[in-house]
């Protein structure tokens, strides 16, 4: 990453506003990106993963694991020559791109149209030039670059360490669906399906994608279950085995919860 990030200095052309910003965010960055290595010595792990569901980024060895907070900055292909946004890319989940649109308002304030652009032709330097922008508007702690096989390079801004525990908390909160992919896990009873009406009740009132309280999950149950459940004034150890919960994804839940509505 150094020799992209010092490049940026080997102009003497008259520096515009912008040129002068995004200088001094590039320098900042390898400062801070210096540091960054230098503590946690990614190089270290044999293996990295980054899940845009739970916003983590995990790199690990053997039974060795680091675990960060991370947004997408955007994407360089080197097939087209082009930069995009995160903001722009209709394929990156919003839990990983909004902080890029305070960098996009940012640029609408400074005038800064290589931050409102959404789009447009770029090279690797200016790639890491505006991932170093985000990273300073966003107050990031160190960045990472992923290559995918179709050699699209993905500029990720590291935002704050996490402990074991927690991620795996959070990890746990998520299921793959043959479906649907990764996504947050639900329960519901073993009557609720995708093909037939039965009713829909709720633990609390739901929306797709709404925020969730640490202690919280999608949990519904159908009208023989609710009559079963209120006869026995709660979820008693009958209720509970009547329902035989199943997990089930986040989509797969509300496509069951839109065919009973």
């Known amino acids: 990453m ?12 008259e520096k515009s506003d912008y040129d002068s910003f995004a200088e001094k965010c590039v320098e900042e960055l390898q400062i801070a990106q210096d540091k960054f290595q230098q503590e946690f010595n990614l190089n270290y792990y044999d293996n990295w993963f980054y899940d845009q569901n739970t916003g983590i980024l995990t790199f690990s060895t ?32 919003e839990k990983v791109k909004k902080q890029t649109k305070t960098i996009r308002d940012f640029g609408t304030k400074s005038d800064f149209p290589k ?10 330097i200016e790639a890491w030039e505006l991932t170093a922008i985000a990273f300073k508007i966003e107050k990031g702690i160190g960045v990472y670059r992923p290559v995918d096989e179709n050699k699209l390079q ?14 795996q908390k959070i990890k746990d909160k998520y299921v793959e669906c043959g479906t649907h992919d990764s996504n947050r896990i639900a329960f519901v009873c073993t009557h609720l399906n995708k093909e037939t009406k ?17 202690d ?19 979820w008693t150890d009958h209720a509970i085995d009547f329902a035989k919960i199943k997990i089930v994804c986040e989509r797969c839940y509300f496509e069951i919860k839109e065919l009973n509505q």
């Open 216 to 234: 919280d999950d999608f949990q519904a149950w159908c009208n023989d279950c609710e009559t079963i459940r209120k006869k026995e004034d709660g």
């Open 62 to 93: 053997g039974n060795q694991e680091l675990n960060f907070r991370y947004f997408d900055v955007g994407s360089f292909s080197t097939k087209s020559n082009t930069w995009k946004w995160s903001w722009n890319n209709n394929y990156t989940l």
């Open 198 to 214: 039965v009713g829909f009740n709720e633990a609390f009132e739901t929306s797709e994608d709404m925020e969730l309280e640490d």
């Open 154 to 167: 993905i500029f990720l801004a590291i935002t704050e360490l996490i402990d074991n525990e927690t991620a």
């Open 2 to 13: 150094r020799k992209f990030l010092n490049n940026l200095f080997k102009t003497n052309l």
């Open 115 to 124: 931050l409102t652009d959404g789009y447009f032709e770029s090279d690797e």
